[in-house]
């Protein structure tokens, strides 16, 4: 007489469950790519003219979403450029609150003066990038 297993057989309903939920689950990986496929590739790789000087106040910042590029000005009228690629995972950055970005992915939050994170999960600050004026405009990018 064979010997009987012990371990219940699976159900019709924990196989059908089982097959329905394998898809959704390969949703929540694809949701936490870039959408488009967009990586840290999607920064400026030549200099770009993104607007008049104008444009970004003393302490405040101006998010150029085309080229994935925050330029912030501090007290002093310096200007900084940072990528908008969320470093936690590769997401474009297509928000900012006064001088504030947050990645839509996961909520990762940046301060676009510094590039420094300011809310987690995202643990390294944006990238800098070169950032210039030239008659009255802001060039940025490497070459910058």
């Known amino acids: 007489m064979p010997a009987r297993s012990t371990r219940p057989s699976a159900s019709r309903r924990t196989v059908l469950r089982g097959a329905a939920v394998a898809p959704v689950a390969g949703l929540g990986l694809a949701a936490c ?46 200007l900084k450029a940072y990528s908008t690629i969320c470093t936690h995972a590769g997401c474009p950055i297509n928000k900012l609150q006064g001088t504030t970005l947050i990645c839509p992915c996961h909520g990762s939050q940046f301060d676009a003066v ?28 490497p070459g910058a």
């Open 114 to 141: 510094t590039g420094k994170v300011v809310q987690t999960p995202a643990t390294e600050p944006l990238n800098e990038l070169p950032v210039k004026t030239s008659n009255g405009r802001i060039i940025a990018g």
């Open 33 to 78: 790519s870039a959408p488009g496929g967009t990586s840290a590739d999607a920064t400026p790789t030549a200099p770009v003219d993104l607007g008049a000087e104008s444009e970004v106040a003393k302490g405040g910042a101006k998010l150029y979403r085309d080229h994935n590029v925050v330029v912030s000005r501090d007290g002093s009228g310096a």
